[in-house]
């Protein structure tokens, strides 16, 4: 099959699964495989993956440009102490944190000491001090 042929299943693949048919109904549909409607259907939601990640970073960078831009024109009032003004670019630097993910909590790691931990391991640390005083 040549690639322009392939391209067009795929096409018709992409169709069907907007519609919510089932594979095994595009296979029959199409006369092919569920293998190869499942193989098209992989490439395929990679390509959609692929084009939400760079329409995001086109929004992502789109809406950044216009937080600037509201920024820079509040930035001199806030600056002379405009409450209003120093509320709207708060909000504004809090939307950019938000938008860059700088937001985003902290993540820990937690470890509970039980006796029971504690105990093993004085145990372990009891056998391996005996082990070194041995000749």
Not at 77 to 89: E, F, I
């Amino acid at each position: 099959m040549s690639p322009v042929e392939r391209e067009k299943r795929r096409l018709e693949v992409s169709t069907l699964l907007l519609d919510r048919t089932p594979i095994g109904r595009i296979a029959v549909v199409l006369g092919v495989s569920r293998q190869t409607v499942s193989a098209d259907v992989k490439v395929i939601r990679g390509e959609w993956g692929k084009d939400r990640r760079e329409a995001y970073a086109q929004y992502a960078a789109e809406d950044l440009a216009r937080l600037a831009a509201l920024e820079k024109a509040l930035w001199r009032a806030a600056m002379q102490g405009q409450c209003q003004a120093v509320d709207r670019c708060l909000a504004i630097l809090a939307q950019r944190s938000r938008l860059l993910g700088l937001d985003a909590p902290a993540r820990s790691t937690v470890t509970v000491l039980t006796e029971d931990v504690v105990d093993a391991e004085i145990k372990r640390l009891e056998a391996e001090l005996a082990e070194r005083r041995r000749p």
